[in-house]
């Protein structure tokens, strides 16, 4: 039997980085994953695989739409499907490895094997139980499906097996216009599938800016995806690997069906903690199936703690990420603090869209008074110049005291932007200070200062 400060349940974002500080810290610690290789969902099944499909089918857009407009000239590229699910794979192990390097340089051990908790202080993992004065359960997620839909990752698909289809379907359903949905839609988009995006709402990305989403929309449909919004999917049936789905529109309660070669299902993730023994143990959890924590991360049980996708909150890695941290620099006696009003969340299509703080529709909700400042990426030099100029920068200011409350981009690296309004927020800034700060011309973050510069006497370039 051998002993740590801290074993960490679960490789993901947030086990391995809250593992690698608590190591930092001078605690002696563990990692366990079941696994072949560490980094979760994100690494091996999530965002980074999808972010190099996303990558690549990019690079065919580009190829096909612009390189004549520039003068490059010659036949587009053709698709060779398995090089390009081998690349992904090159980009997973890259990734994969990389965190298996710094769990060794950290001197973390890796606990091979699923983990359950017979009792605090106590982790088994296969026949062998190990101590720790404190357990981490970051556990994650996995995707939630619907009733009268069975997942057999083959013709019909959740994130995982979207990203090891066995060709390019000729027509390909997705159900649910969020960020897996219209991401994982994209890439097949580009690669020639036909797209039909169900969603049960009325708008595309629930709980984002109003005005970016219904851009977001414009734009998807100008690449070639169709969407079918306010339609409930009942069910979906498969018969000689088809698909086919039935869907209720909500309002008139009219059935139509769609069939597809493949249906991904992307309506949504659940935290996992199977076979942890959580419920044994009593440990307390959500009607959502989300372990509860207090402000520290610590489970009703002493010496059990949970972080990331298996917590209430988003289910973001780089949420996770800085919950890793925060517990670890928890257990190691120092004062942690995550701020939940600043977490960005971006979507990775082209053009991006990312966000952070408040929408214009939640300050309405609260009653508080607000200016908008917005830049149009028309009146962005590089962005023309690149053939990005799709998309607006929105900062949102407190009316009074000019103090940031939020920011929406739709349009290039709009995921990269967001982060210098992430840190004017953590700094508490007004619109003005970033609107004071010297920008590089041209760079695409001309457009986030002229948006702060909308806030106050007006943008430039407009
Ligand atoms: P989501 O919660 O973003 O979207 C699910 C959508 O499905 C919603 O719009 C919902 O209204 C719709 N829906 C639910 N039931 C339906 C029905 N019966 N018929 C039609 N539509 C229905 O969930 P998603 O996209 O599966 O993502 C899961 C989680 O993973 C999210 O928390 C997301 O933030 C995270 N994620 C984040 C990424 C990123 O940061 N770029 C990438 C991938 C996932």
């Known amino acids: 039997m051998s002993s740590y400060d801290v074993i960490m349940i679960g490789s993901g974002p947030g086990g391995y980085v809250g593992a690698i500080r608590c190591a930092q810290l001078g605690l002696k610690t563990a990692i366990v994953e079941g696994r072949d290789t560490l980094g979760g969902t994100c690494l091996n099944i999530g965002c980074i695989p999808s972010k190099a499909l996303l990558h690549a089918t990019e690079m065919l857009h580009e190829a096909e739409h612009n390189f004549a407009a520039m003068g490059l000239k010659g036949k587009a590229p053709s698709v060779d499907w398995k090089q390009m699910l081998d690349y992904k794979d090159t980009v997973i192990g890259q990734n994969t490895g990389g965190v298996e390097f710094l769990m060794k340089k950290n001197k973390i051990d890796w606990l091979k094997g699923w983990a359950t908790i017979p009792e605090a202080g106590k982790v088994k993992v296969g026949d062998e139980v190990h101590e720790a004065k404190h357990i981490v359960v970051a556990t994650g997620s996995e995707p939630s499906s619907l009733p009268g839909i069975e997942v057999d990752e083959k013709t019909v698909v959740t994130s995982e097996g979207a990203l090891k289809l066995g060709k390019i379907p000729k027509t390909m359903v997705v159900i649910g216009a969020g960020v897996i949905g219209l991401e994982l839609g994209s890439v097949y988009a580009r690669l020639g599938s036909e797209v039909t995006v169900i969603e049960y709402l009325d708008g595309i990305t629930p709980g984002m800016d109003a005005e970016v989403s219904r851009t977001f929309q414009k734009l998807l449909t100008k690449q070639g995806l169709s969407f079918k919004l306010g339609a409930a999917v009942q069910g979906v049936e498969v018969k000689n690997n088809k698909a086919k789905v039935t869907f209720k529109m909500r309002k008139d309660d009219s059935e139509d069906t769609i069939t597809a070669d493949t249906v991904l299902v992307a309506t949504g993730r659940k935290p996992y903690t199977t076979g942890l023994g959580l419920e044994e143990l009593g440990v307390e959890m959500s009607e ?70 408040k929408t214009e529709e939640q300050l309405k909700d609260e009653g508080r008074a607000y200016k908008v400042g917005k830049f149009s990426f028309m009146g962005n030099g590089r962005a023309k110049a690149n053939f990005a100029a799709d998309g607006f920068v929105k900062i949102i200011a407190d009316k009074e005291t000019d103090r940031i409350l939020g920011a929406h981009i739709i349009g290039p690296m709009a995921g990269d932007l967001i982060h210098e309004v992430c840190v004017a927020m953590e700094f508490g800034a007004a619109a003005e200070d970033l609107a004071r700060t010297c920008h590089a011309h041209p760079t695409y973050s001309e457009a986030v200062r002229e948006a702060a510069l909308a806030c106050g006497d007006g943008a430039i370039h407009m």
């Open 288 to 357: 959502r199936g989300q372990i509860k924590t207090d402000d520290h991360y610590k489970t009703n049980i002493d010496g059990i703690y949970a972080i990331g996708d298996a917590i209430d909150g988003p289910m973001l890695a780089h949420k996770a990420e800085d919950e890793g941290m925060a517990v670890a620099e928890g257990l190691a006696g120092q004062h942690p603090h995550v701020n939940y009003g600043v977490i960005p969340g971006v979507i990775y299509t082209h053009p991006e869209v990312a966000n952070v703080g």
